[in-house]
């Protein structure tokens, strides 16, 4: 099994207020172990984003990048 896989399947049966739950304590943790599942996370968002979203995504992204320079 795909490490992709592993970890849609570990979340599955899960609900909204876990999945926020679960982003929210791997932010705050800062547990580089979880690096790969956020990873997937935002595959799945990116894939089922559609272009408007996508840039409103990179916006942010670029933003809080430029803003971590400081």
């Known amino acids: ?6 970890i849609i399947n ?3 049966d899960d ?3 876990t999945l926020r739950n ?4 791997c932010i ?3 547990d580089e172990e979880t690096l790969p599942g956020m990873g ?3 595959e799945l968002i990116w894939q089922g984003s559609n272009e408007d ?3 409103s995504m990179l916006d942010i992204l670029y933003k809080q990048i430029k803003k971590s320079d400081k």
């Open 22 to 25: 679960t982003i929210t304590e």
């Open 10 to 12: 570990n979340f599955k």
């Open 1 to 6: 099994m795909k490490i992709r896989d592993y």
């Open 40 to 42: 997937v996370f935002l």
């Open 15 to 17: 609900d909204v207020n």
């Open 28 to 30: 705050q943790d800062g």
């Open 53 to 55: 979203l996508k840039k």
